[in-house]
Each structure stands twice: as C-alpha cells, then as structure tokens.
C-alpha cells in the first residue's frame, strides 16, 4: 500500500469549516483513500472512501486531486465532537488487504 | 443495526496468566481482523479471517498469540502466558466479503487489557 503524510495536528474553530489534508504520491491506479477517525477511547470509525471521484456523505466530503497524489476531507461544520484523530489510509480492495494506519493528524476543535 | 460488539470491554490480569477476548462481527460480514494499539501507537494488524479460508496471521507479534473463528461469525484471540508488554486496546473489525465493492472495515469499541 501506497505511504501517506499528514500534518501531526490541526486547530479548527467551532462551526467553520475542517479541511484535513494528506498526500499520496505514490498512489497505484487500483488504490483507494480511505479516511478513519478515532475519537478518544473509541474504535476508528469510518468515515468516507474514494477512488477518483470527489464522494460526499453525511458526515463528510472527499476531495481527491486529478492526479489522485494527494487528497481532502472536508468536516462543512465542524463541532466539539469532531475532535479527533483523523487517518488517511490508500489500500488496494483485495482479499485480506488490511488497514495500514500511520500517526494521523490530531484535530482540535476549539469553542 | 448492531455494530461489532466486543468483550470485556476491560480485563486485567496477571502477568502469566492467559486471556481471552471475544468479538461479534456485524452479521453478514464474513472478513474479520483484529488489531492492536498500543499506548501512545499506531493500530497494528494482527490476523484476519475470510470465510473457510486459512487466515492470515501474519501479524502476530508471537507464537503466544492465537485466534479461531468458529461458525464464520465469532472470534477469539487468545493470549498465553500474558506479558506486561501485551497491555494494549485490542480492536476487531469486520466487512463485507472484499472483492465485492463493500469492503469497508467497521471496527468495534475494542477491549483494554492491562497484565500487571
């Protein structure tokens, strides 16, 4: 799986507008970017996944460059309970391909 | 609907003593793997089951460390002769079968063991 480098940490204020970045360089064509966050004491809980294209869900947008070497999630309103570790993780779907997790990048949500 | 469950959410024991951690996949999902973190770590791969095929144990730190699924739905990881250096959150996940567009890992709240 491709190595992925995010800043150690990042501040954000109460209902603006989080933007995590991470970068991909070495990405393979069939590699996904996956992003996971981990809230203290907690499991990682999966936030979004994309291959090319820019994805959107509940909780978060994806934004992925078009040479697919680095990449963005978007937190739109950012709240206290959004701070978190946040993991950007690029692994190919194929049998038994696990989570390689890196430090990830602390966000501190600030009131 | 309910998420991976896992169990005892905390365990203490003695150092020498072995352990036995349980988790509940999402059903349906045939993938499950179990990971560790260490305090202040990264989460670290350990093992992983895919339907009858023989799993992956690739990551297990050491021969005292072993896992079973029984039935394609529950699993166990075992630790022997428990070392203070096995103290960690132990995190099992589960998916969909990979290969089929579902492969996301739903982890669960994981269990804190703590050898003393």
């Known amino acids: 799986d491709a190595k992925t480098t995010q800043p150690t940490s990042m501040d954000c204020a109460e209902g603006r507008a989080a933007n995590l970045p991470c970068n991909h360089s070495?990405?393979?064509?069939?590699?996904?970017v996956y992003w996971y966050r981990q809230i203290h004491s907690q499991g990682p809980q999966y936030i979004i996944h994309?291959?090319?294209n820019n994805e959107t869900n509940e909780m978060a947008s994806l934004i992925i460059t078009e040479d697919r070497k680095s990449s963005t999630l978007i937190l739109p309103h950012a709240t206290l309970r959004d701070t978190a570790v946040y993991y950007c993780?690029?692994?190919?779907?194929?049998?038994?391909?696990?989570?390689?997790f890196g430090a990830g990048t602390i966000l501190r949500v600030k009131s | 609907g309910a998420g991976v469950s896992q169990s005892p959410s905390n365990k203490v024991t003695e150092k020498g003593k072995d352990v036995e951690l349980r988790c509940d996949p999402i059903?349906?999902?045939?993938?499950l793997y179990w990971y560790r973190q260490s305090l202040g770590q990264g989460l670290e791969f350990l093992i992983y089951?895919?339907?009858?095929?023989?799993?992956?144990k690739s990551g297990l730190p050491s021969d005292r460390f072993s896992a079973e699924r029984t039935g394609g739905s529950v699993s166990t990881l075992t630790i022997q002769r428990t070392q203070q250096e096995d103290s960690a959150v132990y995190l099992c996940?589960?998916?969909?079968?990979?290969?089929?567009?579902?492969?996301?890992?739903?982890f669960g709240p994981g269990t804190r063991l703590l050898v003393l």
């Open positions: 996940a589960s998916s969909f079968e990979p290969g089929q567009g579902k492969e996301t890992q739903y």
């Open positions: 070495t990405i393979s064509g069939n590699e996904y």
């Open positions: 994309g291959l090319k």
């Open positions: 993780i690029v692994r190919v779907m194929e049998y038994g391909n696990k989570l390689v």
């Open positions: 059903s349906g999902h045939t993938a």
């Open positions: 089951f895919q339907g009858n095929s023989a799993p992956d």
